[in-house]
């Protein structure tokens, strides 16, 4: 089998995702690619199985270094929580989790607007903690985060932006 015809990742698989509102996320693929001068291609589409917090399970298709706008429809719900990415690429699983908050940053962004003078600075915290323990795979930890986040949003007389 020619070379040129695999696509492989050398060690890292890595995504971002941005909470761009409550329906809408956009993954970008930071992945570390095996590139051609080492006779490999980039392949034209990355398929990725995300795992919603509900379990729901759906396909995306992702461009391979590239940024892909993800909405709702596309895989069911938008619900603030963990979502879990598995790829399989050259005959290798690669599974990465993030934490996906549009709608408490929806939430802050609305308290922020109403109450000026609220300090909101624990609450970030907690939504940057929570999503870096997703990122580290330390799931119970990020979604016992997001329950403090919830109950901080409501202690403020917050609208929690529902998905």
């Not at 909470?19 to 993954?27: E, L």
């Not at 298709?61 to 069911?76: K, M, N, S, T, Y």
Request: proline share 4%.
């Amino acid at each position: 089998m020619d070379s040129r015809t695999c696509s492989c990742i050398r060690s890292t698989y890595d995504l971002l995702v941005e909470d761009i509102s409550p329906t809408i996320m956009i993954v970008h693929d930071l992945s570390d690619w095996v590139l051609d001068e080492e006779g490999f291609v980039l392949p034209d589409i990355l398929p990725v199985m995300v795992m919603t917090p509900s379990g729901e399970v759906r396909e995306l298709e992702l461009v391979p270094g590239g940024a892909q706008v993800v909405r709702r429809e596309d895989i069911g719900t938008m619900c603030d929580g963990i979502y879990t990415f598995t790829s399989v690429v050259c005959g290798t699983r690669y599974e990465t989790s993030r934490l996906f908050g549009g709608n408490i940053q929806c939430s802050l962004d609305r308290t922020r607007i109403k109450f000026p003078e609220k300090d909101l600075s624990e609450i970030e915290m907690n939504l940057a903690i929570a999503k870096s323990s997703a990122k580290a795979g330390a799931i119970d930890e990020a979604e016992e985060l997001l329950g403090i986040i919830e109950k901080q949003l409501r202690a403020l007389s917050c609208d929690i932006c529902k998905c």
